[in-house]
């Protein structure tokens, strides 16, 4: 697919192990209460200022040069540390600015932000026993299956589909991924103080009963509350 790159690995494996230790340990700062439960890590901020976040921990450096694109001035970071889960990840577009603005009073700001323009998917900690919890990217009428693989990251475009089949371990899938985005400077300088996040660790919930938008026991991000 023209939309998609795919490298096999993407660090050395001195930066991979240093980044490895780095975000256990992120984990491990955001999750002393609930370690058993999936959780999610946010940071957001213009390009220029997004490694300062990271700046105290080993690793994040080099790997953010590897997949920021220098054409995107906004970054969203997430972390996800995912549990097992029958149900994977729905088939859906990334659209973190837009699910945030849409609660505010920034409604048609949000409206010019729908998707992504670029987003990348790394995966750190793919656990041994991982059986399943592929990547399905869909593009138009064709789809690519992508395996999950410690060192590998994937590129595409911001508004393509994509879902993650069914995650059966006993330990934690982990991925960083960023959405990149071209935000006009007035645009931002008006959302920034919504959308500058230095680090928020989040617990991913569970659907209670099944509904029209939702299945029982799908992840629940907190943004779709």
């Known amino acids: 697919m023209k939309n998609i790159e795919i490298k096999k690995e993407l660090l050395t494996q001195e930066n991979y192990n ?99 323009d670029f987003q990348s998917i790394f995966y750190l900690d793919v656990p041994a026993d991982l059986e399943s919890g592929n990547l399905i990217i869909h593009e138009q009428d064709s789809s690519i299956t992508v395996s999950a693989e410690n060192n590998k990251c994937v590129f595409m475009s911001g508004g393509l589909e994509h879902e993650v089949t069914e ?25 920034k103080k919504l959308m500058i996040d230095q680090g928020s660790m989040f617990e991913i919930g569970l659907v209670d009963e099944s509904s029209d938008d939702y299945q029982k026991g799908e992840y629940l991000m907190p943004y779709d509350k």
């Open 167 to 191: 995650i059966k371990t006993e330990g934690f899938r982990t991925t960083l991924f960023t959405e990149q985005y071209k935000i006009d400077p007035a645009d931002w300088f008006v959302m």
């Open 18 to 116: 240093q980044l490895s230790l780095s975000v256990k340990k992120i984990r491990s700062e955001g999750c002393s209460e609930i370690k058993t439960q999936s959780m999610f890590y946010i940071n957001c901020d213009h390009k220029k200022d997004i490694k300062k976040h990271f700046s105290k921990y080993e690793g994040f450096e080099t790997y953010l040069d590897q997949v920021i694109q220098d054409e995107y001035n906004v970054v969203i970071h997430n972390i996800l540390f995912l549990k097992k889960n029958q149900k994977g990840i729905r088939r859906h577009v990334n659209s973190t600015i837009f699910d945030i603005l849409k609660k505010s009073t920034l409604g048609d700001i949000a409206e010019k932000y729908i998707a992504p």
